[in-house]
């Protein structure tokens, strides 16, 4: 058994030493070993840098498919800054809860009882900035009808809506041809500045506060 012991030891040490004397007669193995192992970094780095890229590309898609503005609101009256006048509270103080989502939109106002509007999405336009909507429920009849919603990112860094005030539509084609006009820069009368009644002045936008 010791025999076979010291045997076994005398050839690990002579195949150790044939692989040691190898090598330092070959001295660029360790130049070989160097570049498999700089490709091998250099291909992991790649591999890591086109999966960065394509979950980037992924999520640009997510973001361009899902409505921009999807979520659960509190909204206000126009800027926090907006005082109110007779018909509408000031920026302050809430205004109602919207809930939407892709397809989905609930407007809940907390000023007035019962005034509820309710609706599914048949289209949206991230780039438009605007919402189609087909109501569920109406406070004035008007489900069934055809309206849009039309929205903006304000110099506050806060998202504003607007509904379409010029009057619900029969179908979507209609609404889609809606003559009305916003202001993008003005949250307190920007809203359907182009109305009848009071020309070139609209209405308060609507400010979305997460919840």
């Not at 070993?33 to 992924?58: R, V, Y």
């Not at 309206?147 to 619900?168: E, M, P, Q, R, V």
Request: aromatic letters at 14%; glycine letters at 8%; charged letters at 20%.
């Amino acid at each position: 058994m010791n025999l076979n012991i010291l045997n076994l030891e005398s050839v690990f040490f002579s195949t150790k030493k044939i692989i040691g004397d190898y090598m330092k007669r070959k001295p660029y193995w360790k130049l070989l070993i160097s570049t498999f192992l700089i490709l091998g970094l250099l291909n992991c780095s790649q591999s890591k840098e086109n999966n960065d890229e394509e979950i980037a590309s992924l999520l640009a898609i997510v973001n361009a498919t899902n409505l921009r503005i999807s979520g659960n609101w509190t909204y206000y009256n126009g800027t926090p800054s907006y005082l109110g006048d007779e018909f509408n509270t000031a920026g302050t103080v809430k205004s109602g809860d919207l809930i939407i989502t892709n397809s989905y939109f609930k407007q809940t106002s907390v000023e007035a009882t019962g005034s509820n509007y309710e609706a599914d999405i048949l289209e949206y336009d991230n780039t438009k900035e605007v919402i189609y909507v087909k109501f569920i429920t109406h406070p004035f009849g008007g489900a069934g009808k055809y309206s849009a919603y039309y929205w903006t990112l304000f110099s506050d860094n806060k998202f504003y809506f607007c509904g379409d005030i010029a009057g619900n539509k029969n179908s979507l084609a209609e609404i889609k041809e809606s003559t009305q006009r916003n202001d993008k820069t003005n949250m307190n009368s920007g809203c359907y500045t182009n109305n009848s009644f009071t020309p070139g002045t609209g209405f308060i936008w609507f400010r979305m506060e997460t919840k």
